[in-house]
């Protein structure tokens, strides 16, 4: 078994998605999804 520093293929099936667009969070550009994410978070904030 060679030590190349990589995982293997297969290893992580761990894949998260994102809550706004179900795309995987690893890939591709989520700044309309975080901004819309924290836009929410704030609406129960100014209520107080």
């Known amino acids: 078994m ?16 994102c809550d706004k667009c179900n795309r995987p969070r690893n890939s591709g550009n989520h700044d309309k999804c975080s901004r ?9 904030r100014e209520k107080e």
């Open 2 to 17: 060679t030590s190349t520093g990589k995982l293997t293929a297969g290893v992580l099936e761990f894949l998260a998605k």
């Open 36 to 44: 819309a994410r924290q836009q929410e978070h704030a609406k129960p």
